[in-house]
């Protein structure tokens, strides 16, 4: 199953750092790709740096046109937003499924087309805390721990230690 990120409302400069989080993010927690609906180079040369260093061959890309990239998808369609149906009651349903995934987040206000193009509006807690939040939550709860050990075989490995730092 193959997982992709879609954000919606990506402000180019103003809001890179959290974009980069956000593709960090997918990126740690199992996810293949991070589509914004605005170009970034920039965050696209940051992730690229990390996928050198650390492993793995996550991508970041765009779209112009996103409510197409969403019709279009092969797949299921997973729009997080507080006023959807709470992740733990829906997730044994969403991953009975094992289709693609479009996992979409927003960073301000979500069209409310979004609503009705999702094949599953969730909710991670109704309380407004943050897509990142979000998304970690989401991706953990999908893959169920999982992807956390995932092998990145990259360059640097990092040792877990009880203090200090080992990277080989
Ligand atoms: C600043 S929040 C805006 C909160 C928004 N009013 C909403 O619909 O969730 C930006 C994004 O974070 C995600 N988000 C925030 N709280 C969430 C929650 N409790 N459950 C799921 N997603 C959430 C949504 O993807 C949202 O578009």
């Not at 996992?103 to 069209?111: A, E």
């Not at 999702?118 to 897509?131: K, L, T, W």
């Not at 990259?154 to 040792?159: A, N, Q, S």
Request: hydrophobic letters at 45%.
């Amino acid at each position: 199953m193959n997982v992709v990120v879609l954000r919606l409302g990506h402000r180019y400069a103003r809001d890179k750092r959290l974009s980069t989080h956000v593709a960090l993010t997918a990126r740690a927690f199992g996810a293949s790709e991070v589509v914004f609906d605005a170009p970034d180079t920039e965050v696209r040369k940051s992730i690229e740096a990390v996928n050198r260093a650390w492993g793995g061959v996550f991508t970041v890309s765009w779209t112009g046109n996103w409510k197409k990239y969403v019709k279009d998808f092969p797949g299921d369609v997973i729009h997080l937003t507080m006023y959807g149906l709470h992740v733990n009651l829906a997730i044994d349903g969403i991953r009975k499924s094992s289709s693609d995934k479009l996992v979409v987040i927003g960073s301000q206000k979500v069209p409310a087309e979004m609503y009705q193009l999702a094949d599953f509006n969730i909710a991670v807690g109704s309380q407004p805390h943050s897509e990142v939040a979000a998304l970690a939550v989401f991706l953990d709860r999908l893959f169920e721990t999982r992807e956390l050990d995932m092998d990145f075989n990259g360059l640097k490995k990092i040792v877990p230690q009880a203090r200090g730092k080992k990277i080989v």
